[in-house]
């Protein structure tokens, strides 16, 4: 028997002298990775462990009649089998509305809600064993859209709410609604010359993530738990865990393991509760470890939307008027639908300057899958309706569709649809016109030097379908704006623990945050930020626990500007512990320790003349300095209930996309020949994992344009939970991807940064769909678009 | 059942093997080499992707018994396959000749940073081609053979090697970067 590697063991030391921020510092977790070693949570193992199953409802909406666990917890191997009679403590947990059943209690709302779990000491066993458990169903009639939810006679699905959404809601089965009103549209439409209104439909996209939902819960001698764990934000696992667990949370100690991505789909709460309540049931350490069908219902998705869109333009291309309304479906439970629904709402219209918005968002309870975070949070859907409409309206004008959106592109100094003044660059023609100027990828790119075809640069690839006969070729070009950190008036803060030591006459920075670092890079930045601080060539990072304070959520694009903040502003102060010492001992010897600028550089204490006055391990010696402090963005407000005004977003990023597509009209597939991305990210800290950011951020938009959609039907059932039948794309999928970084400041941000990892989601999926409607002069208000919207069969 | 053959170099014996269980869950679950990755279990992401006498299968569609007798190597051992590789075959590999086993067979698991990276996992790293790293190992095993087979591979045929790899988080570029890197460099020192 093999011997798993130990959990929590990711330290890293980096010994380069340079890496500061601005350079492409490689990683610190980079080598553990390409060697097989770094842990992810599924790797985890314990001589002791068992391994837990959860049974999942077939029906997505249910009355449970009967439980019977008797012939599971029979099976020999079998160590723990629960169900909702043998919680302990609280039975529901939720991030912002406790709405989901820790297991379900008399009824299912979705397909694959956790039903029961059982702990046993080998996978197989523990499957079959769930397998034979009983459930008696009486299946209800589903609630699958806005119709049925909100029909005379729909069934609530959460009766008696209480949640601080319930009181403004027009229905009980809608979680939230955030109008945004502004100006007259009225008495603008009057004044339109050209008017478009169309409908719009976005399909329900997976995180899809590549290392699955797992963890590892170990029972400690105390009665708490500590789990190991893959997740976004510990500290808010952790709150969900304890009242669950009956214990204070002192005694829930999670410490992140290694995560093989997030996209958001890691903010709710998946197995943890399940790993713990079978450890604490069973006295042993217990691994859960979804496989990729579990996985599908683990975790909520992207929200479906439909999405209505009128745009009102004067002849000469000025935008006059907005107004559209957005339905995002949510699913069975909340989850984090009531800020998608501020998102979708405050950011409807786009990166534009309109006086006259009216706008209307909510999300639904239904009988669907469970929606919540995925990258881009609610801008992706209204992204890819407004920029259809920008499309539509230029061609109505007969203006150049690039030429109308910078006409109406919003700069710094522009007006929100919720009043709140963007008060830092906001360059969006900018960045129009750059991807506009990159040169065309070559016609005809695949013909070879010797005038063969080389099929695998043509729609279909491999598959041989064409050599180019019926190939179109089709350009588009779409902008987008995200907000950046949490929104709404929420106390959005993180924390940094630094210490400062002498180790072998070195001076040595470690770093101890919780924040979770999910491939994005944020420990490189980190180790960055206290090198360029503390002038010191070696950073340790330390494993992300809740041993420290919480660093808020890995998603939003926050974690540089927060926790990247947060190590920051805990370093300067170390800083300063550093000169008030070094100004103590020293400071009669040289007058320069009485001025304000004083740098920490290689080492030593320099002034900003570049004279060195002082030695850090020196000043350090034997007394190390350890701080831990919070960090907090500016404060942002609700939005009005009514009006949506309010100043909400603490930064807006822009990223502009030209998708180049060839499209096989007879076949209806399509190829991406090219996708073009600029994007001001304030402070690039890090360019070469920024650029990771815009390309991998701009493929997960190119999967939601052309392929990737979670099937529920007949029932609401989910149809394709596996890799076979849910397409990402894959290396042949996906263009090569030309990045532009603008550096424009964000005075109000440490260093100027501006947050990177949404914003290129949003405007990727219209620029390809753009692109395709190019190609084919077809209306596409759909995505992912199929082969038969191209063939119309 | 017991299955015996031979991992990175070394022979090994599983005990106990349940009918059912793949060649990753004996690697992942009993060998202790959790470096091959379990991201879909279905043949569909390659991030599981070992070389099974030396052709790159997916070790989630071998059943642990077609193992037997045979000789896989894993990301963990994958450093030390690709030096031997070109210690042996100074001119280049030879074509289906894997690795010599006897040689093979000196080589001892032990903490990382004590055998030197293969080309393609330094290049990797210095590509930014690993994010979550989650689809690395895969991608390195595929992509080290594919260099083996093909010193000078066009964009065109690092695509279609790596096809069958999924990531997630990276969107290729950099993939394609680090394996044109490593391309590269093999092609400066040889
Ligand atoms: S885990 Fe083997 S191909 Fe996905
Ligand atoms: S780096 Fe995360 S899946 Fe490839």
């Known amino acids: ?793 | 059942m017991r299955v015996n053959f031979t991992v990175n170099g070394r022979p090994q014996q599983a005990d106990d093997v349940w009918e059912g269980e793949s060649l990753l869950y004996v690697l992942r679950e009993r060998m202790g080499l959790p470096g091959s990755k379990n991201a879909c279990e279905q043949g569909e992401c390659g991030s599981c992707t070992v070389r099974l006498d030396n052709v790159p299968v997916c070790a989630c569609l071998v059943a642990a018994g077609q193992a037997e007798g045979r000789d896989v190597v894993t990301v963990e051992g994958l450093a030390e396959f690709a030096e031997r590789r070109d210690a042996t075959a100074p001119g280049g590999p030879e074509q289906g000749s894997g690795t010599g086993l006897d040689e093979a067979r000196r080589w001892q698991p032990g903490p990382g940073g004590s055998t030197p990276l293969a080309p393609v996992q330094q290049a990797f790293i210095d590509a930014g081609a690993v994010q979550c790293g989650f689809c690395t190992p895969g991608l390195l095993v595929a992509a080290d053979e594919l260099l083996e087979r093909n010193p000078e591979p066009s964009d065109a045929d690092i695509r279609e090697a790596l096809s069958g790899n999924l990531c997630r988080c990276t969107g290729y570029e950099k993939i394609l970067d680090a394996v044109r890197l490593a391309a590269a460099r093999t092609g400066e020192e040889g």
């Not at chain 1, 512990?577 to 320790?593: D, K, M, T």
């Not at chain 1, 300095?625 to 907090?632: C, G, M, N, S, T």
């Not at chain 1, 304030?682 to 360019?687: E, F, M, Q, S, T």
């Open chain 1, 1 to 793: 028997m093999g011997a798993g590697p130990t959990p929590g063991k990711i330290t890293q030391t980096s010994t380069a002298t340079r890496g500061a921020i601005g350079e492409s510092t490689l990683r610190p977790d980079g080598t553990l990775k390409v060697t097989g070693e770094f842990a992810y949570s599924s790797d985890l193992w314990h001589e002791d462990m068992l391994w837990g199953f959860t049974l999942r409802s077939p029906h997505a909406h249910a009355e449970i009649r009967s439980v019977d666990t008797a012939e599971a917890l029979a099976v020999p191997g079998v160590h723990a089998v629960m169900t909702h009679d043998d919680l302990p403590a609280a039975t529901h947990y939720g991030l912002e509305i406790k709405d989901q059943p820790v297991l379900a209690k008399d009824r299912v709302r979705y397909h694959g809600e956790a039903v029961a779990i059982v702990a046993a000491d080998h996978p197989e066993t523990a499957r079959r064993a769930a397998a034979k458990i009983k459930v008696e169903y009486a299946e209800l009639p589903p609630v699958v859209d806005e119709a049925t939810a909100t029909a005379a006679d729909a069934p609530v699905l959460h009766p008696g709410r209480a949640d601080h959404h319930a009181g403004h809601v027009p229905h009980p089965n809608i979680v939230h609604r955030q109008p945004v009103r502004r100006g007259d549209v009225i008495a603008a439409r009057t004044r339109a010359d050209v008017v478009v209104r169309r409908d719009y439909e976005v399909g329900m996209q997976d995180q899809a993530f590549l290392g699955p939902e797992s963890g590892l819960a170990v029972p400690a001698e105390d009665g708490g738990v500590d789990l190991y764990i893959a997740t976004q934000w510990l500290h808010v696992d952790r709150d969900q865990l304890a009242p669950v667990l009956g214990l204070p949370a002192d005694k829930v100690r999670l410490t992140l393991s290694g995560v093989g991505g997030a996209f958001g789909a890691r903010e709710d709460l998946s197995m943890q509760a399940h790993a713990c309540l079978l450890a604490l049931r069973t006295g042993r350490p217990v691994k859960i470890v979804y496989n990729r069908y579990e996985s599908f219902f683990g975790h909520v998705h992207r929200h479906p939307a439909k999405l209505t869109y009128e745009h009102g333009a004067t002849r000469d291309g000025q935008l006059l008027y907005v107004q559209c309304r957005i339905v995002l479906d949510g699913g069975a439970y909340a989850s984090s639908s009531p800020a998608v629904v501020g998102n979708a709402a405050s950011l409807a219209i786009g990166p534009y300057v309109v006086d006259h918005v009216d706008v209307e968002a909510i999300a639904l309870y239904s009988n669907n899958p469970p929606c919540g975070a995925m990258r881009g949070f609610g801008a992706v859907q209204a992204c890819f309706a407004y920029e259809a409409q920008m499309d539509a309206v230029a061609a109505e004008l007969g203006m150049d569709p690039v030429e109308f959106r910078q006409r109406n592109a919003m700069s710094q100094g522009a007006v929100m649809p919720t009043g709140q003044l963007v008060d830092s660059p906001a360059p969006v023609a900018e960045l129009l016109r750059r991807v506009k100027a990159l040169p065309m990828p070559p016609e005809r790119q695949w013909l070879t030097a010797d005038d063969s075809t080389d099929v695998r640069a043509l729609p279909g690839g491999l598959s041989n379908t064409t050599h180019g006969e019926g190939v179109v070729r089709g350009v588009g070009y779409a902008v987008g704006i995200k907000n950046v950190g949490f929104s709404e008036g929420f106390d959005d803060y993180s924390t940094a623990r630094i210490r400062l030591e002498v180790i072998n006459g070195e001076p040595v920075a470690l770093v101890h945050t919780a924040m979770a670092e999910v491939g994005q890079g944020g420990v490189t930045v980190h180790a960055q930020i206290a090198r360029t601080e503390l002038g010191v060539s070696q950073v340790t990072i330390l494993p992300a626990d809740t041993q420290v304070g919480s660093a808020g959520s890995t998603s939003a694009s926050r974690q540089t500007y927060m926790t990247g903040g947060a190590v920051r502003h805990t370093c300067q102060a170390v800083r300063e512990e550093v000169l008030r010492r070094g100004r103590e001992r020293s400071g009669s010897y040289h007058p320069a320790w009485a001025t304000a600028e004083l740098l920490l550089e290689g080492g030593k204490v320099v002034t900003d003349g570049g004279e060195v006055i002082g030695d850090l391990a020196e000043i350090v010696g034997e007394e190390p300095i350890e701080l831990e402090l919070e960090f907090r963005h500016r404060p942002t407000e609700p939005f009005d209930l009514e009006t949506g005004q309010g100043f909400g977003h603490v930064q807006y990023s822009f990223c502009a996309h030209r998708a180049v597509v060839e499209v096989d009209t007879e076949l209806g597939l399509v190829k991406v020949i090219e996708l073009a991305a600029a994007q001001d990210v304030g402070k690039a800290l890090n360019p070469l994992s920024v650029v990771g950011q815009i390309q991998g951020g701009s493929t997960q938009g190119l999967g939601l344009a052309v392929m990737e959609e979670i099937v529920v039907s007949d029932g609401a059932r989910v149809r394709n939970p596996s890799f076979t039948d849910y397409l990402i794309p894959t290396i042949l999928d996906t263009p090569t991807i030309p990045v532009d970084v603008l550096e424009l400041a964000d005075d109000h941000a440490p260093y100027g940064l501006r947050g990177v990892g949404e914003a290129p989601t949003l405007s990727s999926t219209p620029a390809v769909v753009a692109a395709v409607r190019a190609a084919t002069g077809l209306p596409l208000k759909r995505v992912p678009i199929r082969p038969e919207h191209l063939t119309g069969t």
